[in-house]
Every structure is written in C-alpha cells, then in structure tokens.
C-alpha cells in the first residue's frame, strides 16, 4: 500500500480522491472574516508591543548594571587615591566606609530573616518574573 | 487594526491585496505584520473550515487557527513558497488540533469489522444528491478517528507517514482509519465523483 492517501482505496479511486481533495480545498463563506482577520492583528499587534517593552527592559536593566560597575569601579579608585593621601584623609575616609557597611550589615539583620533569605527571596523573585513573563507571552 | 490596503501608497507600493502569497510571506518575514494580515483573510477562512471538519467546534476551531496563524508568524522565515501557503498554515492547525485532540482521545484500535456494517446509513437515492454533496454532513458519519484521519490526509495535506507521526500512532492504523473514513465518505459522496475537476481549482 502506497504512502500517498489517494493509494489507499484501490483502482479507480484518484478520481474521488481528488474530487474529495476539491471538496475540502473548497472554503465556506464565513461573515466574521474580518472580524476574524482583525483579532490576529491585535493579537499580532499586542505581541510585538509586549517584545518591544521586554527587549526595552532588559536593555534598561543591562544599562543599570553596567552603571553600577562603572560605578563600583570608581569607588574603588578612589579608595585607592585616598590610601596614597595623607594618613588623616585615609583614616577619614576609612571610618566613612565602615560605617555605611555597619549600617547596610545593620539594616539587613534587623529583617526578621538573615541575608542568605534575602538573597533567595530575591532569586524566586526574578524567577517568579520569568515564568509570569512567559505566561503573558503565551497569552498574548 | 488591519492595515487595509489602500492603506499603502498607490505610488509606492502595490496594494497588499494585489500580492502573490509568497510576497506577502516576504513581506512578513521582515516585519511586515500588514501582510500578514492580508494572509490571515485571504486563508483564515479555510484554516477554520478545516478545524471545524477535524471535528473542533466553531470557537475551539477560530482559536486554534489564532494560534496557528500567530506559531506561522513566528516562523515565516521558514515558508519559502515550495508550497501553498494554505497548505502550510492548514498543516500547522491541524497538528495543533490533534496535539489537543490526543489529550482526550486516542485513535481506536482496529478491529475487524464489516466494511459493510460500516457503511450502513442514510439512503444514497439520487433525490438526495445535495445532501450528499456536503462534506461537511458527510464527516459527521465518520467516527472521530476516520474523522481526523481522512481530514489529515485530504484537508491537511498530509501523507499517511505525515500523519501518523502528528496522531503519535502506528502507520497502520492511520492507513486504516483513513481508508474506512474514505470508504464512507465515497458512498455518501458518490454523486460527485463523475463530476468533471476544475484544474485551478486543485493548483491552490
């Protein structure tokens, strides 16, 4: 038995076949044809708006984090400068540093969960995002 | 909103409707989600007629040719106009319809049965010629396995290997839904067979 369809039922059969492949190809009339059209290209619409704002996203947030090592790179040279300066503009700037770091280590332990917890909240989070993110998209 | 196409400058560009379907896909694969629209009317109607022969209902059937039409959006790039659009975009629905279908129903084993208790049914009297030339009342003798056999291989355009591997289900047994859902069909639809093929129509 032949793989092609029209095969399948014997002699004589391509003329139905081919009548019955005509009948399919035969497409009703259907009045929401438009409507129809025109909710594909909201959805369509919809989409590409959705894409637009998560490449925006994640540009904004990759121009953030390059920020924040430029940044950190800077705070480092400078501590790097004051520990060529005189030894009272090192000791100042030292005690301004560990005091904010005695605050932030402050801050965090006063939650009622340590900083791995927040690290791992933080982490679900972002992958809380991802898969609402997702979602959304299979909606749209 | 569609773009319409007198929406196109005259000047610039030809209306989208002017355009041959492998232009239009052309188009789309840049960017160009008007003509995708174009390709959404001009074929939309037959994705849905073809769910709805599968044996979807009219609202299963306009989602899944949605979904079907956006999945082909994401892959335009890939119709490179070997074929008929309308035989790609109908491919791509039909495998969504029985990827849902598998997930409630399976084909039936094959039994042996009588070829001729399977075709027992209304008369096929001459006076009831019009009524036989509905395919659309014709399927619905079918059970639902000859159903998305026989519309896999003559709706969808799917070779028996095709559409065996989209049902998950041995080549076999497709061969064999698809033949009894022919037989069926042949019976009810006897009129049509000595009726002459207009040739434009089967190049679509």
């Keep these: ?140 | 909103m569609v773009a319409s196409p007198s929406s196109n400058s005259p000047s610039r560009a030809p209306p989208l409707s002017g355009l041959h379907d492998v232009e239009l896909a052309a188009l789309a694969a840049a960017g160009g989600r008007g003509a995708f629209g174009e390709l959404a009317r001009r074929h939309g109607a037959g994705v849905r007629a073809l769910l709805r022969r599968m044996g979807a209902d009219a609202s299963l059937a306009d989602d899944l040719a949605q979904d079907a039409f956006l999945a082909a959006y994401e892959h335009i790039a890939e119709f490179r106009g070997e074929g008929p659009f309308g035989g790609w975009i109908k491919r791509i629905a039909a495998r969504l319809y029985v990827r849902r279908w598998r997930r409630r129903a399976q084909l039936d084993p094959i039994e042996a049965r009588d070829d001729d208790a399977l075709l027992d049914g209304p008369s096929t009297d001459e006076g009831d010629a019009v009524a036989r030339l509905d395919l659309d009342e014709a399927l619905r003798l079918l059970s639902p396995s000859e159903r998305v056999c026989v519309s896999l291989c003559f709706g969808a355009g799917m070779s028996h290997a095709e559409a065996a591997d989209a049902l998950k289900a041995p080549l076999g047994t497709v061969k064999s839904h698809a033949r009894r859902g022919l037989e069926k069909l042949r019976k009810r639809l006897v009129p049509i067979a000595v009726l002459p093929v207009p040739v434009g129509r089967l190049a679509q």
């Design chain 1, 1 to 140: 038995m032949s793989d092609h369809p029209s095969a399948s039922a014997g002699p004589g059969a391509n003329a139905f076949d081919i009548q019955l492949q005509r009948l399919f190809a035969q497409t009703p009339a259907m009045p929401d044809a438009m409507a129809f059209a025109e909710r594909l290209q909201r959805r369509l619409d919809r989409r590409w708006a959705f894409r637009r704002v998560m490449i925006t996203s994640a540009g904004v947030a990759g121009a953030l984090i390059t920020l924040w090592q430029v940044m950190s790179a800077h705070l480092i040279a400078q501590a790097d400068i004051a520990s060529q300066a005189p030894a009272a503009q090192a000791r100042h700037a030292f005690a301004v540093a560990l005091m904010r770091v005695h605050m932030a280590t402050n801050l965090i332990q006063a939650l009622p969960f340590g900083g791995e917890a927040l690290w791992l909240i933080a982490g679900l989070a972002v992958m809380a995002a991802a898969l609402l993110a997702t979602r959304l998209f299979e909606t749209l």
